[in-house]
């Protein structure tokens, strides 16, 4: 049994209406709400496996099913959903980790009062996620990449009464919306070039070849068009996956709760920038066959991810929050992600994506599972000893770290790094990326030994952690899952039977390599990761911290190096002070000449008006009056009444008027003459 | 469609009934008004239900009023009109929902409402440029009352410098029409008889012509940097006429543009057109930029109606059937979000806590006081930011995607201020919902409950932003037939570059 395409919309209709339960249950329908939303996610998990069926079945076939949304006025503007393996892979791993993780949220969400509200927005998130994955159209999955940030903002901010979790929430909103600007323009752009915003279309979607083809024109700065349309909808995946340098928003994310940062800021919607690029490869790619461009697309998606990566990894040695370090790790793997596309290997990055979801999910879960247990304690210098209390949750966060960090052969994360430094390798352009990568590998063998190091090892540093106990199995449960899946994951894309990456290039059959082709390289990676570990246990574990107010053992080595790192080499500060400082004074710019100038000018013409009135009734009272009044004195009739009538305002306005209807006449009549 | 002038007798009619009933008791007038405001709005239905598109003014009458002029009772509808007065009547309706609490002279306050929806509803089926003028003045009067006595903060000033601002844009637009019914030479003032005459106008007359009547009307709209009237008068104005103004009264000004000025002088349109668009892209982001820094809540609001209205103006100033369709989408979408808007903050909000600063109610726990409001204002921000699932997408989009095709750079600049948007909505909605709650105690704020009015008014716009957010085509199947007539199609080919 396979879902079909034209049903394929029913995988994010169930939590949309999981979500409608959720708003209009009572505020004590907690467990209808969350029912509701489990139930729907399961539903949704079901038809998502239903829909890989349909997809295996065809890999290299684009299933379609478009209809039009509203007219434009030249032609319909098209949406659609599709079906292929990318989606089906990606639809199948959003709906099962969403499912745990929403099951993990009835454990760790069980006190707040705003639980109903809660999983209404978890519900709304993982429609809007599932329809960005199922869309056929670059504008349907811009409208659901505008919900899930939607979703982000309203989840990040649910404890909102803290004023930072605000603040980040509207920080997050406002900085990915910086790079969706340069996707609406993108996408504006290709409408008006391609006249359809539809991936596929029977060979009339714009990444179909005709279409391709029209693409390749240069623009008069020496930018192929697809060059140019490609980088604006990168700004979009910049915004969203955290890279650089829009990724201050990431780390801050990490206010909302923890089910929140495992799902949506680690396993899926961070990732959507990924999927996107992936999504519009052959857009990407359109720009490679050019010889005599600057730059391609893809070589500025190389340089970004690689940055990125080496950039998150350094900055997450020196955090102290346990959700921060993961969120510098998530960071960094996403840059991974980005330097696989930008080499040419969209496969490598969605198999990365899959494994990074599973394991890093895991780790989110599991450091929920610890603040949990720790009474809301983040800070890892107060942690410790928890390996004793917390058997499951520290079995389970050790195989998600070593899945991260790559430990080789058992787990999945080392074979999906493996596969993007080797894509890294080979790349043509050149090898900076790849020094990068290196480099980055070592690094999160490091800080992850330290992570591990002082949250698990040793005796507990604070109260909260002495009282830590483990959790009950709602929560306990999804992160032994997860941990099974970190580790069995890697069985689908072995490089002797790469199953997933066949199947996502639309091949029937599996073409293994031989287990020792790119050993070398393999290699140098196990002696990488050993590398990193060995330091961090060098410094982290051999002498375990003492207390909570122990120096690191890093910042005594090089204070300056960890001060810098740890305040985020300064991002923050310089945005704040570049463009917010703008942005600010722009605001204050516009506010004042809208008070003082134009509303200066409006009032100085009434303040005009007045003193006009006034001089006109002056002038009345002394001298027409006088005039007048003279008159009738002499005349000694009914003057002196009929001129009483006369003074006062009315008579200035009348006069004001009169005046205008003479030049209004006269234009007449100059108009008339012609 | 023969129901349409309707509107314009029955809403005259209930002004008379309501101040007759207002005599007697507060509730009558209420409830005439409401009844008025429902059947003026179930009029437009009613047109609406069996309306063909078609590709031309439909008439509906046509005599002589003073012939020694050429001046005709000359009504007549199309696809945008009546998308227009549908809005109309929306918006009627839900004003008077929400002045349901309106305790002092009930009578005259809704005599004066619904005779400023009488001049609003002629305005928008005035085929004839004097009828138009005269309706159009009908309008402006009564709210220059319903400012000055039912309004707030710095009523008296607000209300003036709306009215001279206003008078000073019919000033230009009675001038230019004027020249023009002179230069034509015995036309009369039919519009397409106008029209017709314009195509013999010299260079200068159509600049000039054009000039006079687009500043005026655009002053009503809010054009940038005629704007200033506009928040002032939001601030002063009592919450159904602050929800007419922005709602209905600045559509005037740009219906008056698309009706009037733009076909009837395409020689002058064309002239002015990158300039026009260049001032609505400016009022865009500026007002955009002011409303980040304003500490009155209504003031926030003002500005982001100055900002939207530049999407329209931005639609108008594309000239293709594509921007145009979005233009008047926009005007829909945005006579919906900014009424729910004000409705929030001057009804639900003002009026239970007395203040508007947003200091203040930043210490209030406002979202836990009145959730319902919290709740309308959250999901109205994210409508006026442009989210998907509500009118102002489809409507921006669209604008944007046709001035995509005139100019890429205009809409390049644009699109800035979707950004500008999300930063003073989110703003606004923190601060003022959601602000610091852990400090004050919940029982210091006794507020009462929200009404049923108001929560009918609110769901029947909540209901109108997400339909046609959903499904635009339901208004843009009436608009675009009508953008598709013969002078609209002279003005989209011969105007566009």
């Excluded at chain 1, 649910?158 to 406002?174: L, V």
């Excluded at chain 2, 002015?272 to 500026?286: E, R, T």
Aim: aromatic content about 12%; some cysteine.
């Amino acid at each position: 049994m396979t879902l079909a395409v034209q049903h394929l919309w029913l995988i994010p209709a169930l939590p949309l209406a999981a979500a409608a339960v959720g708003a209009l249950a009572p505020r004590s329908g907690r467990t209808l709400a969350a029912g509701a939303a489990i139930g729907a996610m399961a539903g949704s998990f079901i038809l998502a496996c239903l829909a890989l069926a349909g997809a295996l079945a065809d890999p290299a076939a684009h299933q379609v099913f478009n209809f039009a949304w509203f007219d434009l006025g030249f032609g319909a503007l098209r949406l659609g959903f599709l079906l292929d393996p990318l989606t089906a892979f990606m639809c199948v791993m959003v709906a099962f980790v969403s499912l745990l993780i929403f099951i993990f949220s009835t454990g760790y969400m069980k006190e707040d009062a705003n639980y109903k509200q809660f999983f209404c927005f978890l519900s709304l998130f993982a429609a809007a996620m599932l329809g960005l994955v199922v869309a056929n159209s670059l504008l349907l999955l811009f409208v659901c990449w505008e919900l899930v940030g939607l979703a982000s903002y309203l989840l990040i901010g649910f404890w909102f009464h803290k004023p930072s979790a605000a603040a980040a929430a509207k920080k997050a909103f406002i900085t990915t919306r910086i790079g969706d600007l340069g996707f609406l323009l993108g996408l504006l752009w290709l409408q008006d070039n391609q006249g359809t915003l539809l991936f596929y279309d029977g060979g009339a979607g714009f990444l179909e070849a005709a279409a391709l083809a029209n693409l390749s024109h240069l623009l008069p700065c020496g930018l192929a068009v697809s060059t140019a349309i490609g980088l604006l909808i990168f700004c979009g995946a910049v915004g969203k996956s955290g890279q650089f340098p829009l990724h201050v928003w990431l780390p801050d994310a990490m206010e909302g709760p923890t089910p929140v940062s495992a799902l949506i800021h680690a396993a899926t919607m961070v990732a959507a920038g990924v999927f996107l690029i992936a999504r519009v490869y052959p857009l990407m790619t359109a720009d490679q066959a050019l010889a005599n461009v600057p730059v391609h697309a893809l070589t500025v998606v190389a340089f970004i991810g690689a940055f990125t990566a080496l950039l998150g990894a350094l900055i997450a040695v020196a955090q102290n929050d346990i959700k921060r370090i993961l969120a510098f790790s998530t960071v960094s793997q996403l840059g991974y992600m980005m330097l696989a596309l930008g080499v040419g290997s969209w496969v490598a990055a969605i198999f990365h994506l899959l494994t990074h979801a599973f394991f890093k999910a895991l780790l989110f879960l599991g450091a929920g599972s610890v603040i949990h247990a720790a009474h809301h304690e983040q800070d890892i210098r107060a942690l410790g000893g928890l390996s004793k209390k917390m058997k499951v949750t520290y079995l389970t966060f050790a195989l998600g770290t070593m899945a991260l960090v790559g430990v080789p052969l058992l787990f999945s994360g080392f074979w999906s790094k493996e596969a993007i430094l080797h894509a890294a390798h080979g790349w043509r352009v050149s090898h900076l990326p790849f020094y990068a990568a290196v480099l980055g590998v070592v690094l999160t063998a490091f800080y992850n030994t330290r992570l591990m190091a002082e949250t698990f090892f040793g005796s507990p540093r604070s109260e909260n952690a002495a009282h830590a106990r483990e959790n009950g199995p709602a929560m306990t449960l999804p992160l032994v899952i997860l941990a099974a899946c970190a580790v069995l994951l890697s069985l689908v894309n072995l490089p002797s039977y790469p199953w997933l990456a066949a199947k996502l290039l639309g091949e029937q059959e599996v073409r293994g390599h031989p287990i020792f082709e790119g050993a070398g390289l393999m290699g140098l990676s196990v002696v990488l990761v050993a590398l990193g570990v060995g330091l961090g246990w060098a410094l982290y574990g051999r002498s375990l911290r003492a207390n909570s107010a122990a120096k690191d053992p890093l910042a005594v080595r090089a204070p300056g190096v960890i001060a810098a790192l740890a305040n985020r080499l300064g991002f923050d500060e310089l945005y704040a002070a570049t463009v917010g400082r703008l942005n600010a004074a722009l605001a204050t710019l516009a506010d004042v000449l809208d008070r003082f100038v134009w509303g200066g000018a409006v009032d100085f013409l009434a303040a005009l008006g007045q003193f006009t009135g006034l001089v006109t009734r002056e002038t009345d009272e002394r001298t027409l009056n006088g005039g007048f009044d003279t008159t009738s004195d002499k005349l000694r009739g009914a003057g002196q009444a009929y001129s009483q009538a006369q003074t006062g305002e009315a008579h200035g306005y009348l006069r004001t008027l009169a005046l205008g209807f003479v030049i209004l006449l006269l234009l007449v009549v100059l108009g008339g003459a012609r | 469609m023969n129901a349409l002038p309707c509107t314009i007798y029955v809403a005259f009619t209930g002004a008379l009934l309501a101040l007759v009933a207002g005599a007697r008791s507060a509730q009558a007038a209420r409830v005439v008004a409401l009844l008025t405001a429902l059947t003026v709005w179930g009029l437009t239905l009613y047109a609406a239900s069996g309306f063909v598109p078609a590709a031309a003014l439909q008439d509906l009458i046509n005599i002589p009023w003073i012939p020694e002029l050429g001046i005709r009772y000359h009504l007549a509808a199309d696809g945008i009109s009546l998308t227009l007065l549908v809005l109309t009547g929306l918006a009627a309706t839900t004003g008077v929902l929400f002045s349901w609490n309106i305790g002092e002279r009930v009578g005259e306050f809704f005599a004066l409402y619904l005779a400023l929806i009488g001049g609003v509803c002629g305005v928008f089926l005035s085929a004839d440029a004097f009828a138009l003028f005269v309706f159009y003045e009908i309008a402006i009067v009564p709210k220059y009352f319903l400012i000055a006595n039912w309004g707030s903060t710095n009523r008296e000033y607000g209300a003036m410098k709306l009215v001279l601002y206003s008078f000073a844009g019919s000033a230009l637009v009675l001038a230019g029409v004027l020249w023009a019914y002179a230069a034509a030479d015995g036309a009369g003032f039919g519009l397409a008889q106008l029209a017709e005459a314009a195509t013999r106008f010299t260079h200068v007359q159509q600049l000039g012509m054009f000039a006079l009547v687009f500043t005026g009307f655009a002053v009503l709209a809010g054009m940038f940097p005629f704007h200033t009237w506009a928040p002032t008068g939001h601030v002063a104005a009592p919450t159904a006429a602050s929800m007419l103004l922005a709602g209905v009264v600045m559509k005037l000004g740009a219906y008056g543009c698309l009706r009037v000025a733009m076909p009837l002088f395409p020689v002058g349109f064309a002239f002015f057109q990158p300039a026009i668009a260049w001032l609505a892209i400016a009022g865009i982001l500026y007002a955009g930029f002011v409303a980040l820094v304003q500490e009155d809540f209504k003031f926030v609001i003002g500005y982001s109606s100055v900002s939207h209205m530049g999407f329209v103006l931005l639609g108008l100033a594309a000239a293709n059937a594509t921007a145009a369709g979005g233009a008047v989408l926009q005007m829909f979408s945005h006579g919906v979000i900014a009424g729910l808007l004000f409705a929030v903050v001057g009804r639900m909000v003002y009026e239970r806590t007395h203040t508007r600063q947003l200091a203040d109610l930043r210490a209030m726990p406002l979202h836990r006081l009145i959730p319902f409001a919290a709740v309308v204002f959250v999901l109205a921000g994210l409508a006026s930011m442009g989210l998907p699932g509500f009118s102002g997408f489809p409507a921006e989009l669209t604008i944007l995607v046709g001035t995509w095709q005139t100019r890429p750079l205009w809409a390049l600049a644009a699109a800035g201020g979707v950004l500008v948007a999300a930063a003073f909505t989110l703003r606004a909605i923190q601060v003022s919902f959601f602000g610091k709650v852990e400090r004050v105690e919940v029982n210091a704020h006794h507020l009462p409950p929200i009404t049923w009015p108001e929560k009918a008014g609110a769901l029947l716009l909540l209901g109108a932003t997400i339909y046609i957010g959903l499904c635009p085509d339901a208004l843009l199947d009436w608009i675009r037939p009508a953008l598709r007539s013969p002078l609209f199609h002279a003005l989209f080919t011969g105007g566009a570059s």
